[in-house]
């Protein structure tokens, strides 16, 4: 993989944990050669994976659109920053750039990016891998949620087993590099 795009929270969340493993993701990924991909701002957990891979070495691209590089501080350090008009056009140009996607904990923004990326893996519209770092069992609740999806029958075990979750990233990288999108069916019923 050459690039991965990185989801995260734009604050810094409530145990320096979530900071800790932001910056060292950051750093990881310089020492395995991937580059960043990542919304380009400065602040929270956005702010320490493009810090801990620049301080490493590593190449960090930014894509914030205009009406948030203010807010959301452009980091004047990455490798390139990339302006656009939208949200989604940020989403897209993200999503084209990288290889994978990797979740570290986040808010709802960052939700909302790992679950379109989700969903598009399902409608087979990429066939990109998708891990998601479980920091200190930050996302337990959401995967219980996931398995009650699935047992619900509005999720199928094999669409909710294409997310790869590890609490390591050493762990995690590996699963990824191998990953190969399965052949899908259909992920509806006629009910
Ligand atoms: P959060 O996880 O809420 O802290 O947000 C993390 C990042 O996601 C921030 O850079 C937000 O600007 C970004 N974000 C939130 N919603 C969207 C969206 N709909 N499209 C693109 N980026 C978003």
């Given at each position: 993989?050459?690039?991965?795009c990185v989801?995260?929270?734009?604050?810094?969340?409530?145990?320096?944990?979530?900071?800790?493993?932001a910056?060292?993701?950051?750093?990881?990924?310089?020492?395995?050669?991937?580059?960043?991909?990542?919304?380009?701002?400065?602040?929270g957990?956005m702010?320490?994976?493009?810090?801990?891979?620049?301080?490493?070495?590593?190449?960090?691209?930014?894509?914030?659109?205009?009406?948030?590089?203010?807010?959301e501080?452009?980091?004047?350090?990455?490798?390139?920053?990339?302006?656009?008009?939208?949200?989604?056009?940020?989403?897209?140009?993200?999503?084209?750039?990288?290889?994978?996607?990797?979740?570290?904990?986040?808010?709802?923004?960052?939700?909302?990016?790992?679950?379109?990326?989700?969903?598009?893996?399902?409608?087979?519209?990429?066939?990109?891998?998708?891990?998601?770092?479980?920091?200190?069992?930050?996302?337990?609740?959401?995967l219980?949620?996931?398995?009650s999806?699935?047992?619900?029958?509005?999720?199928?075990?094999?669409?909710?087993?294409?997310?790869?979750?590890?609490?390591?990233?050493?762990a995690?990288?590996?699963?990824?590099?191998?990953?190969?999108?399965?052949?899908?069916?259909?992920?509806?019923?006629?009910?």
């Amino acid at each position: 993989m050459k690039r991965i795009c990185v989801y995260c929270g734009a604050n810094a969340g409530s145990s320096p944990a979530y900071l800790e493993a932001a910056k060292n993701c950051g750093a990881a990924l310089a020492a395995h050669g991937i580059g960043v991909v990542y919304g380009g701002g400065n602040i929270g957990l956005m702010g320490a994976v493009a810090d801990g891979a620049l301080a490493a070495g590593g190449d960090v691209i930014g894509v914030i659109p205009h009406h948030l590089a203010d807010k959301e501080l452009a980091h004047e350090g990455a490798s390139q920053m990339i302006r656009v008009d939208t949200m989604h056009e940020r989403k897209h140009r993200m999503a084209e750039l990288c290889d994978g996607f990797l979740i570290l904990p986040g808010g709802i923004g960052t939700l909302e990016e790992m679950f379109e990326v989700f969903t598009w893996l399902q409608l087979g519209l990429h066939h990109k891998p998708i891990g998601l770092l479980n920091v200190a069992a930050f996302y337990d609740p959401l995967l219980t949620f996931l398995d009650s999806m699935v047992a619900a029958a509005f999720l199928r075990r094999e669409h909710r087993d294409m997310l790869l979750v590890e609490t390591e990233l050493e762990a995690l990288l590996p699963r990824m590099t191998s990953f190969e999108a399965p052949v899908l069916g259909k992920w509806w019923d006629k009910g």
